[in-house]
């Protein structure tokens, strides 16, 4: 049989093989079909029972959703209960009805077709995006206007799903069932819902696959690799085969990582490091911690945000606060206060577009200048201290003055929740995020203010080498070896340790094995990642002594250029510590 290969974007790894189910997007009827003026009343009280079936059914797949992975995730049902209950759309939907004598599937596929051309107008990317949550809605009434089973609901038995775009209903509902293998997408990205979600559930999927639901039928026998972003239609017994052989590499290979987990954090020579987890979801710190986490380096609370459509309350900030605390126990955990402005819009509120966004209003400036939004997030970090383990972290901070403001907005928050009887811990460890060219210089001024430090080398990078960290025409210039960011890492991580203070590199350079090494040459102890790196990294630094290290980065930092120290790294760990860069023991 002929098989078809499709490239598209991996968003969940792993792989799976099984038979095809196809759902389809509930099509909006096309047909208007009149009624008469005395059968208005009936059709707007079968509208108001398919609103109220509506309203069951999110509720219910709700709490569902709550008990399966946590409430995070069932924000998305909030922000869908909200918009059944918007007056203005759903009004919308009745006065077609009534002024035009017609059935409600017409009037809601006409309110349909209304609010897609509003929300295609929209230049905010995020909000246009929710479109899907407006038609995720009028899908489900127009459906429960005359019920029947749910095409999502119809699965039995294990199978791959393969839709042109799930809906995030569809997805929550079909993906937390347990019988989905893999998915695939003809739409979505990275940061799509269903790809978050199938992240969190382990489920291999792979989107971004064009015309996906025309090449294949139900009951097709299919591939799906979230690994390396492939699937396969109807493979050859000799693809499956090496594909049988690609997954239990890909299992192996996870089990292997996951032995290092409870491995000791120290180098040869007894140098103790403490690999942390960057984390954007809740759902992720059982995984960091079954994977060696020491601690939660960075929680991108932005993400919180980002997830909903209302502005998340001081309650869904501390409930998300707290559940990391407890459930890291006595690990450290860094909470970023948020990091947006600029390129990432708060899809909440209405920023004004800047002519440079990465040098603009973000991050602490940001919060600085949306001081009530700013405070309830502080007073939800304040309360989710009393477990102890909390640490506030401040990004992108550029001089003193901005320190000294977040400290007197922090003790009036302190004040606040004293007066109203609310535990926190007074003490609360403060520390900024060195991002900022200028902040590095002056490290020795900032970290006498502040408790600890983080590097985001992410950001630091691209404003030191002036290179734009996401576009692609200027990334040969990227350079985290580029001597002049070593001898700034160098002094900034010595500069906390005369100091005595903690120092922690959060940024993508901490999961690099060979930067790692250098960042282990200058002492560093505090190394925080994407979870799946930690395994890795504790690997390579398991394999080394500090004191050679520490020879080889002194002398690899005096060299000309990041090229010249990549190699001369490289030959010398190779030489002393062969196995620092493999992978199987
Ligand atoms: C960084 O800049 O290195 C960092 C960790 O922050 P973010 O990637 O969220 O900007
Ligand atoms: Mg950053």
Redesign the pocket.
């Known amino acids: 049989m002929e098989y078809i290969r499709l490239r598209g974007i991996g968003v969940s790894p792993g792989i799976a093989q099984g038979k095809v189910h196809l759902t389809e997007r509930i099509i909006f009827t096309s047909r208007k079909e009149t009624i008469s003026p005395d059968q208005i009343e009936k059709e707007l009280e079968r509208l108001d029972r398919s609103v109220k079936r509506t309203k069951t059914q999110l509720v219910e797949i709700k709490s569902g959703l709550e008990k399966k992975i946590g409430t995070e995730h069932a924000f998305i049902f909030e922000a869908h209960l909200m918009i059944l209950e918007d007056k203005a759309l759903m009004n919308g939907v009745k006065s077609i009805i009534e002024q035009e004598s017609v059935r409600a599937e017409w009037a809601i596929s006409q309110t349909h077709d209304k609010y897609t051309k509003i929300f295609e107008t929209i230049e905010d990317e995020y909000i246009r995006e929710r479109q899907t949550d407006v038609s995720d809605v009028l899908s489900k009434i127009h459906t429960n206007l005359a019920p029947t089973v749910s095409k999502a609901q119809e699965i039995d038995g294990e199978k791959i799903l393969v839709a042109h775009d799930l809906l995030p209903s569809e997805a929550a509902t079909c993906l937390s069932r347990g019988d989905i293998l893999a998915v695939a997408l003809e739409t979505g990205g990275q940061t799509s819902h269903t790809a978050i979600l199938a992240r969190s559930l382990n489920i291999p999927a792979v989107v971004g696959l064009r015309n996906i639901t025309r090449s294949v039928k139900i009951g097709d026998t299919l591939i799906v690799d979230g690994t390396d972003g492939e699937v396969i239609i109807n493979p050859a017994t000799t693809i499956r085969r090496e594909f049988v052989s690609k997954k239990k590499k890909y299992d192996d290979y996870q089990r292997e990582l996951k032995k290092t987990a409870t491995l000791e954090s120290v180098t040869l020579d007894g140098y103790e490091f403490y690999p942390m987890a960057?984390i954007e979801l809740p759902e992720e710190v059982k995984q960091a911690f079954s994977l060696g986490a020491k601690g939660i380096g960075?929680f991108?609370s932005e993400f919180i945000y980002l997830q909903s459509s209302a502005l998340p309350t001081e309650e869904d900030h501390f409930r998300i606060y707290s559940r990391i605390a407890e459930e890291a126990g006595e690990a450290p955990v860094y909470i970023r206060t948020i990091?947006v402005g600029g390129e990432k819009n708060l899809p909440q509120m209405k920023i004004e577009k800047e002519p440079n966004p990465a040098l603009g209003l973000r991050a602490i400036r940001f919060s600085l200048q949306e001081r009530n939004l700013f405070k309830i997030q502080l007073r939800a970090i304040l309360r989710a201290s009393a477990f102890n383990n909390v640490h506030v972290l401040f990004?992108m901070v550029t001089e003193i003055e901005e320190v000294a403001e977040i400290k007197i907005l922090l003790e009036e928050v302190k004040e606040d929740l004293r007066r109203a009887d609310q535990p926190f811990n007074d003490k609360i460890p403060l520390g900024i995020?060195i991002?900022v060219p200028a902040a590095a210089a002056i490290t020795d001024l900032l970290v006498q203010e502040v408790d600890y430090l983080s590097i985001?080398?992410?950001?630091?990078i691209q404003y030191f080498l002036a290179v734009d960290r996401s576009n692609e025409y200027v990334s040969y210039l990227y350079k985290p070896l580029h001597p002049a960011i070593l001898r700034t890492l160098r002094s900034i991580i010595e500069t906390a340790r005369k100091y005595n203070k903690t120092v922690t590199v959060?940024?993508?350079m901490a999961a690099d094995p060979l930067s790692a090494l250098v960042l282990l040459g200058f002492g560093l102890k505090h190394f925080s990642m994407n979870p799946i790196f930690i395994p890795r990294i504790k690997k390579t630094l398991r394999a080394v002594q500090f004191a050679t290290v520490q020879k080889i980065v002194q002398k690899a930092v005096t060299l000309k250029s990041a090229q010249e120290v990549e190699e001369y790294m490289l030959e010398k760990i190779l030489a002393r510590h062969p196995e620092a860069f493999l992978m199987s023991s």
């Open positions: 960057n960075l991108r990091d990004p995020m991002e985001g080398t992410n950001d630091l959060c940024g993508e």
